[in-house]
T-cell receptor, first 115, second 113 residues
Framework: GAGVSQSPSNKVTEKGKDVELRCDPI?????LYWYRQSLGQGLEFLIY????????KSGLPSDRFSAERTGGSVSTLTIQRTQQEDSAVYLC?????????????FGPGTRLTVL | GENVEQHPSTLSVQEGDSAVIKCTYS??????FPWYKQELGKRPQLIID?????GEKKDQRIAVTLNKTAKHFSLHITETQPEDSAVYFC????????????FGSGTQLTVLP
């Protein structure tokens, strides 16, 4: 079946512009996660959605970052007034939901470059 | 919150040798420890995981060990092959916290032919 998909695969933008990154999770997965991976670095948690519960936004680095998940499926990560330090690969993952060890399946990521 | 440290950051081994990557975690309530492999330019993929009720798990050439007392866990790859070259990430998740995994900083493994 289809895995997690993300779009666009690459995004180049100018400093100060807003960008929207999209994630389509695996069908039936109630949990959705956004991570940021800077060059040569690990995975930094940004935000987590579980079903209809309020999202866990504790990883968002600033108020320029926001995310929503419509209809419990597709999610959009928005970065306003982008800065050069926002350049990174943004990874989305989904899982079946709250359980002891539910595997997270990652999308291919969106490579964001802020000039 | 949870903190995961991973060592070494880079590791080079000769083909056929074994590779060991170690991680420590800070939260004694953590109960799930997956390992992800990320090949260059690709997405991370789960290769093995272990829960806190077992001390070791094997899957062919890959094994993971967990020491709850010392709060560390390790990935062991035997008979390494060039296709094992990748970045490996360990992670931990705290019991009662479904929200996310805390990842280590990654280990770049290079298997030399």
């Amino acid at each position: 079946g289809a895995g997690v998909s993300q779009s666009p695969s690459n995004k180049v933008t100018e400093k100060g512009k807003d960008v929207e990154l999209r994630c389509d999770p695996i069908s039936g997965h109630t949990a959705l996660y956004w991570y940021r991976q800077s060059l040569g670095q690990g995975l930094e948690f940004l935000i987590y959605f579980q079903g209809n519960s309020a999202p866990d936004k504790s990883g968002l680095p600033s108020d320029r970052f926001s995310a929503e998940r419509t209809g419990g499926s597709v999610s959009t990560l928005t970065i306003q007034r982008t800065q050069q330090e926002d350049s990174a690969v943004y990874l989305c993952a989904s899982s079946l939901g709250f359980s002891g060890g539910s595997e997270q399946f990652f999308g291919p990521g969106t490579r964001l470059t802020v000039l | 919150g949870e903190n995961v440290e991973q060592h070494p950051s880079t590791l080079s081994v000769q083909e056929g040798d074994s590779a060991v990557i170690k991680c420590t975690y800070s939260d004694s309530a953590s109960n799930y420890f997956p390992w992800y492999k990320q090949e260059l330019g690709k997405r991370p993929q789960l290769i093995i995981d272990i829960r806190s009720n077992v001390g070791e798990k094997k899957d062919q050439r890959i094994a993971v060990t967990l020491n709850k007392t010392a709060k560390h866990f390790s990935l062991h790859i035997t008979e390494t092959q060039p296709e094992d070259s990748a970045v490996y990430f360990c992670a931990a998740r705290t019991s009662g916290s479904a929200r996310q995994l805390t990842f280590g900083s990654g280990t770049q493994l290079t298997v030399l032919p």
